[in-house]
């Protein structure tokens, strides 16, 4: 059997992945800690359902707290 170890990667390490071809510009992912993540891609019912809680929670705070989507 072979082990595998995990890469871990530095900011460095990760801004010139993109411009050494190793992710292209519209891959989904992120720097965490040392991991790239892969981001899910938000289907329409998602964004939809979030864009309404947002709305509803904003009524709800009523100026008591800024809400943002992300």
């Given at each position: 059997m072979?082990?595998?170890t995990a890469?871990?990667?530095s900011i460095a390490e990760y801004h010139p992945l993109g411009e050494q071809?190793?992710?292209?510009?519209?891959?989904?992912v992120e720097l965490i800690g040392p991991e790239?993540?892969?981001k899910a891609v938000k289907s329409t019912l998602q964004s939809v359902s979030n864009s309404l809680?947002?709305?509803k929670l904003i009524i709800l705070l009523a100026r008591r707290a800024r809400v943002r989507l992300q």
């Open positions: 072979t082990a595998v890469k871990i990667f071809g190793f992710l292209a510009p519209d891959d989904r790239i993540i892969i809680f947002v709305e």
